[in-house]
């Protein structure tokens, strides 16, 4: 089966994606979609993914893949290990909520295309976008903490003793905050799951400097 990944080095989306491929170790192609100058929204890109997003994977059968969190599920269930998605109905719920803490509540909030109308469409200066994108991380970086503490025990990463889908969504929105200065010390659970993550391969291979287009 030939994988294509469709993808920007700096999507936090698609960052997720490229570690997950990483982890499990699935050979593919990358194939880039330059957001800033607008690939995502021509009629090629278009006709794979209708929302115009990236990552979208072309998983070789014909069929192409849409949306982080359903192609990591896809890949979670195609290649068992290492299991990401824990199969126990209470700690799979629990892992989810970490995850959709990110993927659902802090990202969709600080997209590229959000901070592109808060710029065009409602007169927002930079000095405004860093803090609404720094206000929506430290908000549910907080409440991750405190889900992260609450469920502190094999560690060191938020899925325990491996790496699990908090910590696969996890580390591309550290990057994104460090990118955008936000303070980070309120977290130290959330920075020690980061850098443990962080030195594993598998995530060091997947960051947008290893990513980037020569």
């Known amino acids: 089966m030939d994988v294509i990944l469709y993808d920007y080095f700096r999507s936090s989306a698609a960052y997720r994606v490229r570690i997950a491929l990483n982890l499990k170790a699935v050979p593919h192609e990358r194939r880039e979609v330059h957001l800033v100058e607008g690939a995502q929204r021509s009629d090629a890109h278009l006709a794979r993914n209708p929302q115009g997003f990236v990552p ?3 998983i070789g059968d014909g069929r192409i893949l849409t949306q982080s969190l359903a192609i990591i599920d896809w890949l979670d269930a195609t290649y068992p290990e290492p299991k990401l998605i824990p199969t126990d109905p209470i700690a799979r719920a629990d892992a989810m909520a970490q995850a959709l803490v990110i993927a659902a509540d802090i990202h969709p909030l600080n ?4 901070l592109c109308a808060l710029e065009s469409r409602f007169g927002v200066d930079e000095a405004v976008k860093g803090d609404w994108y720094r206000h929506w991380i430290v908000e549910g970086f907080t409440a991750l903490e405190a889900m992260a503490v609450a ?6 990463f938020l899925g325990g003793a491996a790496p699990g889908i ?4 996890l580390v591309p929105q550290m990057y994104n905050a460090r990118r955008f200065d936000t303070p980070l010390d309120a977290f130290p659970t959330l920075l020690a799951a980061d850098a443990a993550a962080s030195a594993l391969d598998a995530f060091a291979a997947a960051s947008p400097e290893r990513a980037k287009p020569v």
Request: charged letters at 25%; proline letters at 6%.
């Open 111 to 114: 997209n590229l295309r959000v």
């Open 166 to 169: 908090a910590d696969v969504m």
């Open 151 to 156: 469920k502190a025990g094999a560690g060191p």
């Open 56 to 58: 979208a994977l072309d």
